[in-house]
T-cell receptor, first 115, second 113 residues
Framework: EPEVTQTPSHQVTQMGQEVILRCVPISNHLYFYWYRQILGQKVEFLVSFYNNEISEKSEIFDDQFSVERPDGSNFTLKIRSTKLEDSAMYFC?????????????FGPGTRLLVL | GDSVTQMEGPVTLSEEAFLTINCTYTATGYPSLFWYVQYPGEGLQLLLKATKADDKGSNKGFEATYRKETTSFHLEKGSVQVSDSAVYFCALIVSGGSYIPTFGRGTSLIVHP
């Protein structure tokens, strides 16, 4: 069964460093998403992406964050200058379409620790 | 705004015990309700959903009924197995708004043999 994959599974970085989290969505999906979950808190939406542009973003997704689909398979989340509070589990998801009935398929997550 | 509140975990049960994980919500419009499950090392998977009041979603022996009067969508299973050990997330999507789910914090379930 097709699945969303994410790399790396764990990343440790120093405050102020740039990190790139990578995702490979399911191949025929058109909509892509990033979420994060700070330890013990809710899963929070960051951004959705369709047709090579951001379709929606939350207030969390400020200028420190960017997303890109650099080729036909990868979908990346870049954090330009990491802060301690960026430590969280980051989930990528994809869906075939973007409507209410569409199921989003999630990757296993990347656990980011900022020291 | 929209929000989902789940019971604190971890919930620890013996195999074949009855499971309830409570979920209540507040929504600005008419929501569809979902339960997702995350097994160790895997991504969140849709477990079941209900799109209108009194609907019952079911899958893999799990059930949840959309209760508009109590704004709840509690997850139940009559007899849990060790393989049900996972984190369970309740979520909602409000019709007519963004199609992005609002999630709860997740409830960890640990089932002992």
């Amino acid at each position: 069964e097709p699945e969303v994959t994410q790399t790396p599974s764990h990343q440790v970085t120093q405050m102020g460093q740039e990190v790139i989290l990578r995702c490979v969505p399911i191949s025929n999906h058109l909509y892509f998403y990033w979420y994060r979950q700070i330890l013990g808190q809710k899963v929070e939406f960051l951004v959705s992406f369709y047709n090579n542009e951001i379709s929606e973003k939350s207030e969390i997704f400020d200028d420190q964050f960017s997303v890109e689909r650099p080729d036909g398979s990868n979908f990346t989340l870049k954090i330009r200058s990491t802060k301690l509070e960026d430590s969280a589990m980051y989930f990528c998801a994809s869906s075939e379409m973007g409507g209410l009935g569409e199921t989003q398929y999630f990757g296993p997550g990347t656990r980011l620790l900022v020291l | 705004g929209d929000s989902v509140t789940q019971m604190e975990g971890p919930v620890t049960l013996s195999e074949e015990a009855f499971l309830t994980i409570n979920c209540t919500y507040t929504a600005t419009g008419y929501p569809s309700l979902f339960w997702y499950v995350q097994y160790p090392g895997e991504g969140l998977q849709l477990l079941l959903k209900a799109t209108k009041a009194d609907d019952k979603g079911s899958n893999k022996g799990f059930e949840a009924t959309y209760r508009k009067e109590t704004t709840s969508f509690h997850l139940e299973k009559g007899s849990v197995q060790v393989s049900d050990s996972a984190v369970y997330f309740c979520a909602l999507i409000v019709s007519g708004g963004s199609y992005i789910p609002t999630f709860g914090r997740g409830t960890s379930l640990i089932v002992h043999p």
